[in-house]
């Protein structure tokens, strides 16, 4: 007899939450909580990016969603995929589906008649209390579909004697070989983000070029391989920023709301002014980082955007108009550093991995306030909690050149 399967249609990554702004990491979802449930029970348990496919990537979804045993439906997010995925699975399944979502999601009235089981997510990490209520929750609710099944598709209850495919045992055992093999499009960002912790760009770019044939259509490899092309530098810093540029293109940087993408395309045309100083570049990466830090709320486009109106008001020639960039940053370091005492104080704090950028960002804020004893805790902070001294290389690279313009400001208007 085969073993029983789940398949879980679950975004991938970091997704945003656009109803509250919040950007949740959906693969915590399921290392944390569902996968570990369904292996205890004995499932073969997967998404369909742990998969290396050949062929139409639509065939292997659909059997997926028609043959699993049991599928597990993500709403967080409301993501498109995921939605009609689900509507699939009831089309042909007529029971042992479980749809779940993040406590705070606000659903459409149309799923307002469905059984939603709903977790608490801190965003980039899950508390570990609520990692183990919520598998014991899904776990009882697993066993009980096991002995009982209950018709949980509206169209089987009004189609009931309709017939629904099932896996083979063959095909079951060529699921788990697939699994195991290098190269599926987790595995293939899970090695692309090592080759990136190394500082070996070329090779992640390579891994990420792999990915990309795939073809899974993957906002985050589409994202990871732009940073890499302008970081690897190659063949010249400034053809790889023009390169990172054509490959985020994909993504339409100029009128996506997904803060990642904005934030990236800030920081390309950030460097591509660096390196020609030529002024619409500088432009262009505020429009970017503004609109990624009052679409997310998120600090760093926001402390990139204070950097870059600084360096508007030191080159300004306009007085009035160098006051107005000036204060613009003043406005928006206050406000960032509130975003990110805000997110220090809440809870599951101690969770989240980007906890040395937050207080780096504090850092260059009181900094840049002529708060210099405050910066000196927020480093001290920024050193406990980072992983190496990469971050704090790029911090005093950055704090050099603000310095740079905030002199330059006040020489030009205040002497």
Known sequence: ?????????????????????????????????????????????????????SGTIDVHMLENILKSDFVVADLSTLNPNVLYELGIRHAVRRNTTIIIAERELTYPFDLSHIVIDKYEHLGVGIDHGEVLRFREELNDKVLKLLSSPEVDSPLYSLFPKLEVPRFS????????????EEGSLSDLITAAEKAREARDYLMAIEILEKAIELKQDNMLVTQQLAVMTYKSQTPTPTDALFRAELILSELKPETTTNVETLGIAGAINKRLYEELDEEGFLDKAIRYYERGYYIGNDYYNGINLAYLFTIKASIEEDQFQAYANYGNAITTRKKVIGLCESLIDAKGWAERNDRHWVYFTLAEAFFALDQSEREKEMLEEAKKASPGEFSFDSYHTQRAKLLTYIDTFKERYFQ
């Open 1 to 53: 007899m085969a073993e029983k399967t789940c398949f879980v249609i679950i975004g991938f990554g970091k997704k945003v939450d656009y109803s509250t702004g919040r950007t949740i990491d959906l693969d915590k979802t399921f290392e944390y909580i569902i996968k570990p449930v369904f292996e205890e029970l004995g499932f073969v348990c997967f998404r369909g990016c742990d998969i290396k496919h």
């Open 169 to 180: 045992k063959e095909e079951v055992e060529e699921i788990k070989e697939s699994i195991r």
